[in-house]
């Protein structure tokens, strides 16, 4: 199935490039309790990334979406969607397996945008990053509209195919399709970790 999304995008996916992991940062969005459902499929394909990354000292930043006060930092997500995950709840927490190291990032945010708001384009200039690998949920919402933003800021965009998943198969392809098209590198799991790995340390 994944490979048939490659397939399907490979008119638009036609712009070859790998990253560069001394300038590179591995943003997992979102894979929060409140997401399990969806992220479930993908949950070995990230962790496989994060291994992959950390092996090679890539900074790895994990987001947790959520709001304080809906009344206050909702904004139009609230009015959209009328269900909006609590700060600092159970379903607000990352799912147990990722297991964040004390080392990597933990960014909360309460707008679609790991950028906006949040000082991440700060922190990675801070760092020497101007690329970036994405994946997490969901693909059409929080994972592209970070892509894009991350894009239009002149940050080389790598979307991870198989490990970024939304509630229908649809959306991901339209997503993957939008990316090729203008914004990002699709790459599968495996060819990516292929890549780090035969990287120097």
Same mark, same amino acid.
């Given at each position: 199935?994944?490979?048939?999304?490659?397939?399907? *995008?490979?008119?638009?996916?036609?712009?070859?490039?790998?990253?560069?992991?001394?300038?590179?940062?591995?943003?997992?969005?979102?894979?929060?309790?409140? $997401?399990?459902?969806?992220?479930?499929?993908?949950?070995?394909?990230?962790?496989?990334?994060?291994?992959? =990354?950390?092996?090679?000292?890539?900074?790895?930043?994990?987001?947790?979406? /959520?709001?304080?006060?809906?009344?206050?930092?909702? %904004?139009?997500?609230?009015?959209?969607?009328?269900? =909006? *995950?609590?700060? %600092?709840?159970?379903?607000?927490?990352?799912?147990?397996?990722?297991?964040?190291?004390?080392?990597? #990032?933990?960014?909360?945010?309460?707008?679609?945008?790991?950028?906006? /708001?949040?000082?991440?384009?700060?922190?990675?200039?801070?760092? #020497?990053?101007?690329?970036?690998?994405?994946? #997490?949920?969901?693909?059409? =919402?929080?994972?592209?509209?970070?892509?894009?933003? /991350?894009?239009?800021?002149?940050?080389?965009?790598?979307?991870?195919?198989?490990?970024?998943?939304?509630?229908?198969?649809?959306?991901?392809?339209?997503?993957?399709?939008?990316?090729?098209?203008? $914004?990002?590198?699709?790459?599968?799991?495996?060819?990516? =970790?292929?890549?780090?790995?035969?990287? /120097?340390?």
């Amino acid at each position: 199935m994944l490979s048939d999304f490659l397939e399907q *995008i490979s008119n638009y996916n036609i712009r070859r490039a790998w990253p560069n992991p001394c300038k590179c940062a591995f943003l997992v969005i979102d894979m929060q309790q409140y $997401f399990l459902p969806i992220a479930s499929p993908i949950i070995e394909n990230v962790l496989s990334i994060i291994e992959a =990354c950390r092996s090679k000292g890539i900074t790895i930043i994990f987001t947790r979406h /959520g709001h304080r006060d809906i009344s206050r930092d909702g %904004g139009m997500l609230s009015k959209w969607w009328g269900d =909006c *995950i609590k700060y %600092g709840s159970s379903e607000w927490r990352l799912i147990e397996t990722l297991s964040p190291l004390d080392t990597d #990032g933990i960014i909360d945010k309460n707008r679609y945008s790991a950028f906006f /708001g949040t000082g991440l384009d700060e922190k990675l200039r801070a760092q #020497g990053i101007d690329e970036l690998i994405i994946a #997490g949920v969901m693909t059409n =919402c929080c994972c592209e509209t970070t892509a894009r933003d /991350g894009f239009v800021r002149d940050y080389r965009v790598f979307f991870v195919s198989d490990a970024t998943a939304t509630v229908e198969e649809e959306l991901h392809l339209a997503s993957l399709k939008n990316l090729a098209y203008g $914004f990002a590198h699709i790459l599968p799991t495996d060819q990516l =970790c292929r890549h780090i790995a035969n990287q /120097g340390a």
